[in-house]
């Protein structure tokens, strides 16, 4: 006899404890149709759904499967996030929710919840965006001008981590080796020489974006009427720029007393030039390019990481890339128009961020007023939708053999000119690059709220892995090329990803050899 039939045997009012369950059980009963009900959109974790944490239970063993299958058999599905409940749209209502008003679904709504910008940012990121409309604009216009300084900041960095001497074989950490590279190569740009090369200044920029994620899923976890008292409490935001102004104050200063004006042409001049009066201090300024570098630094050093484990994965793929961009440079030299113009790099990067794109979910919004997808789904004011992006890129109806990473997929593909004039690009020519989002290419988003910096980012990207690829050779080492360790294919192997619940995650300990070319 067990425990817990001996304590209903020996109880004495067996009738009391039958009419307690009864009554458990139907609150249980309650509050699970009232979630089921509550949209017209089912939810994940059947009688587990009044809650987000026992949900997503359900999901840790087999986060990849569930995805897949939750993609597969539900137009729409409520699913948990570490942050929030997410109703997750296939890819067939990616162009509703990519054209919906954003009086409807709100796009900045949906960031400010998930990321609770009031305490991972400061107030003011809730209301004022100038940040936004200097990297869609004005960086992205001067890309060819800031060239230079990202391929300089790129090969010091590199050599800086690998050494001079030639032929001489060295090991490291792929994930911090990509995250140092792409940190200095962005704030060569964002903050300029000699900050960018400064170690505190570089460790502040990558610790910064754990510490705020951690803040905003923790206030997250809290009923919203407590999330300003659980915020203010938590928040690191005071601290985070104190340390930021103590390394860069007096630079920022100085570019403020040295007045911006139309010649100033750099990353700070332009958020300084367009700041509303009252932001022009060094303290708001820093605060932007805080922000700037969390959205920045790590989605980029992050899919560098995923292309070069794909590359040592694939290593025949090295000597064709390796050819077009010797062609290429020696054509054109190292410059923002070469780096377009290696279609074979591009496509092997887009077919990285295919396979394992850097999370399951995009297109996050917030539902403002209620909301009929074509299928007569009715999202309710306060609900949070978002798109499928890992099931979107593995859906075979989609993408032929959409499991297997097929380097050279993105060659043929001709261009939807339509498509591309709709996203304002003008030379619509030439082929449909990396950057270029559809509603079956999701990894930048899709629409007018596709990643602003997705111009800089694939050019900051494809620069680094052509260096790389030109002057350097890479390998894994030898240890891994043993059939009983995980991540072992007859194809190659390649650090199995690291899944948590539906959240996706590249192996971080893996370690590659890399040597300087004669
Ligand atoms: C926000 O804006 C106000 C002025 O409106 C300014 O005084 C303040 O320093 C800004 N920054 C933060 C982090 O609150
Ligand atoms: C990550 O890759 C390394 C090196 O290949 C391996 O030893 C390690 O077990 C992997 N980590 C996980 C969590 O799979």
Known sequence: MNAVE?????????????????????????????????????????????????STLKFVRNGREETLRTYKEHPIIVLPRPDMWAATAHSKYVEEIAKAPDDALSFMDAVEESLQMKYTFGPNFTFEHYHVHVIRNQLTRHLSGL???????????????VGEPENEWKTLDVTSFSQN?????????????????????????ISSAVSIVKVAIFVNMFPAILRPLVGWVSTTVKKRLNEANDIAGPIVEKKLAGGTNAESDDF??????????????????????????????????MTVTNCLYWLLARPQYIESIRQEIEEVTSRLGWSKEAIGAMPKLDSFVKECM???????????????K????????????????????YATHHDESLYSNAGTFDGFRFLEVTSDVKDRKEQGETDTNVRKTMYTTSKTFLAFGHGRHACPGRF????????????????????WPDKVY???VPGYTKEGYRPPDEWYAQQIVLNRTAEMMIRKRA
């Open 6 to 54: 001996s304590i209903w045997n020996n109880s004495n009012h067996p009738s009391v404890v039958s009419v307690y369950a009864i009554a458990v059980s139907t609150v249980i009963l309650i509050l699970w149709q009232y979630w089921q009900n509550r949209y017209s959109i089912p939810t994940y974790g059947g009688v587990l759904s009044f809650s987000r944490v026992l």
């Open 147 to 161: 060239f230079p300084d990202v391929f300089d900041e790129t090969k010091q960095a590199v050599s800086d981590l």
């Open 181 to 205: 590279v792409v940190t200095r190569a962005s704030n060569r740009i964002f903050v300029g020489l000699p900050l960018c090369r400064n170690e505190k200044w570089l460790a502040l920029m």
């Open 268 to 301: 700070m001049s332009w958020l300084i030039s367009n700041a509303p009066e009252k932001e022009r201090n060094p303290h708001d300024i820093l605060s932007r390019i805080l922000m700037t570098n969390f959205v920045a630094i790590h989605t980029s050093s």
């Open 354 to 368: 295919r396979i394992t794109p850097i999370g399951t979910q995009v297109m996050m919004r917030k539902v403002l």
């Open 370 to 389: 209620p909301f009929t997808f074509s299928n007569g789904f009715q999202a309710p004011a306060g609900m949070t939708i978002s798109a499928h992006l």
């Open 456 to 475: 800089f980012a694939a050019m900051e990207i494809k620069l680094i892995l052509a260096h790389l690829i030109a002057a350097y050779d890479m390998k």
């Open 482 to 484: 043993d059939p009983s």
